[in-house]
Each structure stands twice: as C-alpha cells, then as structure tokens.
Nanobody
Framework: QVQLVESGGGLVQAGGSLRLSCAASGRTFSSYNMGWFRQAPGKDREFVGAISWSGSSTTYADSVKGRFSISRDNAKNTVYLHMNTLKPEDTAVYYC???????????????WGQGTQVTVSS
C-alpha cells in the first residue's frame, strides 16, 4: 500500500506560482501512476493532471495546460505539481492519488492523500 501526504498549499496572488508536493510511503511507489485532482467548494472533483510511473508521460486538463506541470522523483518518493500563472478559479483543495492505471478519472486511483488548500486571490 501507499500512503500519500500533500504539502505546499497556501495563499497566493493571481499570477503567482506554487509548487505542491506529495510525499509517499511504501516501497513500491515507483510502480504507481500518479494523478492530481482538485475540488472547489460546491463543485465536483476535477482532474488536473497525471504522470506515468516512469515519469516519461504526462497529461493535463485543458484548464491548466501550459500553466501546470507534473514531475516525480522516485528516489525521493515524491511527486510534484508546479503551478504557474495562477488564477482565482484555481482555488481548491488539491489531492494527489496513486493507482495502477494512467487515468484522467478519479475512480481508477486506489490511494489518496488528505489534500492541501490552494487559495488564489484576485
């Protein structure tokens, strides 16, 4: 099993940047595909991006493409979400997830972190 803990959230002004980290426990971290999701108040959970177990492939939601990027460091058991040119509509709780499939849908992920709040002010 994998336990995930997100960090790096906070309050940032529109146009600014943040880097979220997802630290994983477990010896098989490198075998998992990783995804990032977010959920704003009153809205459904939304796909943000995903990265393959090797880090060689990534995919992103259209709403963040060109602004966000995902990377992973398997030696450190950590995956990152780099967020640039943040907008108020990016405000949400951000979750990382791990699963056997490289997927854009939440139900294909088996393990979830507790989330970290990102608030973008105008």
């Amino acid at each position: 099993q994998v336990q995930l803990v997100e960090s790096g959230g906070g309050l940032v002004q529109a146009g600014g940047s943040l880097r979220l980290s997802c630290a994983a426990s477990g010896r098989t971290f490198s075998s998992y595909n990783m995804g990032w999701f977010r959920q704003a108040p009153g809205k459904d959970r939304e796909f943000v991006g995903a990265i393959s177990w090797s880090g060689s492939s990534t995919t992103y939601a259209d709403s963040v493409k060109g602004r966000f990027s995902i990377s992973r460091d398997n030696a450190k058991n950590t995956v990152y979400l780099h967020m640039n040119t943040l907008k108020p509509e990016d405000t949400a709780v951000y979750y990382c997830a791990a699963g056997p499939m490289w997927s854009r849908t939440f139900y294909n992920y088996d393990y979830w972190g507790q989330g970290t709040q990102v608030t973008v002010s105008s």
